[in-house]
């Protein structure tokens, strides 16, 4: 289920944007979110990857938390080569590195803090990522169903053996 605090209007432009991304790239980016974060440590390397979460991916844009400035500069400083390891390793369409800097959600557990304990509604919600990936990958599942059954200028049905 996908949290009540998103609206009808950022679902659609979500639903858009998956879209668009796939008729240009054949990929969903939440398939690709998925595999950005599920290598990280590889792609940041461990040093990095332990105190920086990737959040987001938008119009050739990897958006990035980090729970230090240093950590930040850091990325900045090696984004070159991080925008090549993910070319490489999940063949992602990224062109540039923002980040942000703030609590990562899911180490506030591991430091033995309450949830609720320094945290915006914001980094609330960064908990719920995987969850949120998830439902947009069924969306863009979804998505894919749809664009195979439109029929492709000047192609009947007949021609596609319906």
């Keep these: 289920m996908i949290p009540s605090r998103i609206s009808q209007e950022e679902i659609n432009t979500i639903i858009r944007n998956v879209a668009t991304e796939k008729k240009k790239s054949g990929k969903s980016l939440a398939g690709v979110m998925m ?11 461990e ?13 050739g844009e990897l958006y990035v938390r980090c729970d230090h ?11 070159q080569k991080i925008i090549t390891a993910l ?28 949830e609720s304990d320094n945290i915006s509604p914001d980094q609330k919600m960064a908990g719920n990522e995987p969850q949120i990936s998830r439902e947009i990958q069924k969306i863009s599942d979804i998505i894919d169903e749809i664009l195979k059954n439109i029929e492709k200028p000047g192609e009947s049905n007949a021609q596609k053996g319906l």
């Design 87 to 114: 070319k490489i390793r999940v063949d992602a369409p990224v062109a540039k590195i923002k980040t942000t800097v703030g609590v990562i959600y899911w180490k506030n557990r591991d430091m033995g803090r309450k």
């Design 47 to 59: 040093t990095l990857a332990v105190h920086t979460y990737p959040y987001r991916i938008q119009s």
């Design 35 to 45: 595999e950005i974060q599920t290598q990280w440590n590889n792609i940041a390397g």
């Design 69 to 79: 400035s240093i950590f930040a500069q850091q990325i900045h400083l090696y984004h």
